[in-house]
């Protein structure tokens, strides 16, 4: 897997980025089915009236984006034949008519949706639930166009001293800082997080940074160590616990089970965990999103008799993207642990088989023009 440099000098870049804007096409990564992700040259977007374009320095790998190349397609964000990736962070190469927000060079991480602002939806706040949420894949590439709707919301000018790879965490953390919100957690409470990929570590180092005691539910043995890193006061492993239920409720005041419990793997059985490791009126968020279809059977007079609240919550919203980016720009969230490698655009899909085999790595950030990111 190839390192890329953090940074280049500023001519040799000005230099890289005029030869590049130059040409007519441009090396992107296309989904076309089950962990079918081709390379293939394609022609470089031009920016419409209100879009940006951005030479993608950053493209970070995500659950979401191996969930899709396991499974071939996402229900809601792209159906094959269809560029792929969401998660970037680059620097802007053309600007449409009618931007005034960003100009040529600007360093810009722009998230991967928007919604109307107009529709029943987004007039109640749950912007993330919008009838016309316009999503934009296409990040694994050279260049990425950003629609004029996400130029205009979930577009964000990056500081000269964040890293662009940093600045790439926006979109995931922002779903992660969702998912909080929605479970209503605060100081002193304590939350189980089931799951330790790239999300539920995300979970649980938000968590531990707002001070909340994070119980920590994981499969395999590396993991252990990666979630206590990022913040667990306790970890249960599964894999060496007969009752994994009975151990998280033993880590509780009184073994009542924990304040809420975030749900972080997307199968039936650890949606059944969850509403099991809750206490009497607590709260269970399902943030793993199962295949359709899927079924699970819950205890009906545990939730009645136990007041126990049950949300699932999906995305972002325009107010908590803001707010993850500047935590992100902050410094206060630990980005850094969360990069574990770099690879270039022609490695994408072997990193993603890595992936399916288990790998230690968190995310890799892909840098298509290799060695001319500006960090």
């Given at each position: 897997m190839s390192k890329v440099k953090e940074t280049t000098s500023r001519s040799t870049h000005n230099a890289v980025c005029k030869t590049i804007d130059m040409a007519a096409e441009m090396n992107a990564a296309v989904l076309y089915g089950k962990e079918d992700v081709r390379i293939e040259r394609l022609p470089v977007p031009e920016a419409g009236p209100g879009e940006i374009v951005v030479r993608v320095v950053a493209a970070l790998t995500c659950g979401t984006d191996l969930k899709v190349f396991r499974r071939g397609y996402h229900e809601r964000m792209l159906k094959p034949p269809a560029p792929f990736?969401?998660?970037?962070?680059?620097?802007?190469?053309?600007?449409?008519?009618g931007v005034t927000k960003f100009r040529e060079g600007d360093r810009v991480v722009a998230v991967n949706s928007a919604p109307c602002g107009e529709c029943y939806f987004c007039s109640r706040q749950q912007e993330n639930l919008c009838d016309d949420l316009v999503f934009n894949n296409g990040a694994y590439a050279d260049y990425f166009r950003i629609p004029a709707r996400i130029v205009e919301k979930n577009t964000f000018l990056v500081p000269a001293s964040l890293p662009l790879e940093h600045?790439?965490?926006?979109?995931?953390?922002?779903?992660?800082?969702h998912g909080m919100d929605e479970t209503g957690a605060q100081a002193g409470d304590?939350?189980?997080?089931i799951g330790a990929g790239p999300?539920?570590?995300m979970f649980i180092h938000a968590a531990a940074l707002n001070n909340?005691?994070?119980?920590?539910?994981?499969?395999?043995?590396?993991?252990?160590?990666?979630?206590?890193?990022?913040?667990?006061r306790h970890v249960v492993q599964t894999t060496m616990t007969?009752?994994?239920?009975?151990?998280?409720?033993?880590?509780?005041?009184?073994s009542r089970g924990a304040d809420s419990v975030v749900e972080a793997v997307a199968?039936?059985?650890?949606?059944?965990?969850?509403?099991?490791?809750?206490?009497?009126?607590?709260?269970?968020?399902?943030?793993?999103?199962?295949?359709a279809g899927t079924q699970v059977a819950l205890d009906t007079n545990r939730l009645?008799?136990?007041d126990l609240t049950l949300r699932a919550s999906f995305h972002h919203r325009p107010s908590v993207c803001r707010r993850a980016f500047d935590w992100i720009a902050s410094g206060g969230f630990e980005s850094s642990k969360f990069l574990t490698g770099r690879a270039s655009l022609d490695e994408l899909v072997p990193v993603f088989r890595r992936f399916l085999n288990r790998t230690t790595d968190i995310k890799i950030a892909i840098h298509p023009g290799e060695g001319l990111n500006d960090g």
């Open positions: 990736g969401h998660e970037m962070a680059g620097i802007v190469s053309q600007v449409g008519d600045a790439a965490l926006t979109e995931p953390l922002a779903c992660v800082l304590q939350m189980v997080v999300i539920g570590l909340i005691g994070v119980i920590a539910v994981v499969k395999h043995t590396e993991q252990v160590q990666q979630a206590r890193s990022f913040g667990a007969g009752e994994v239920i009975a151990a998280v409720r033993a880590l509780t005041p009184q199968t039936p059985e650890t949606w059944q965990w969850a509403v099991d490791m809750v206490r009497k009126g607590g709260v269970v968020n399902f943030f793993g999103g199962c295949p009645h008799y136990n």
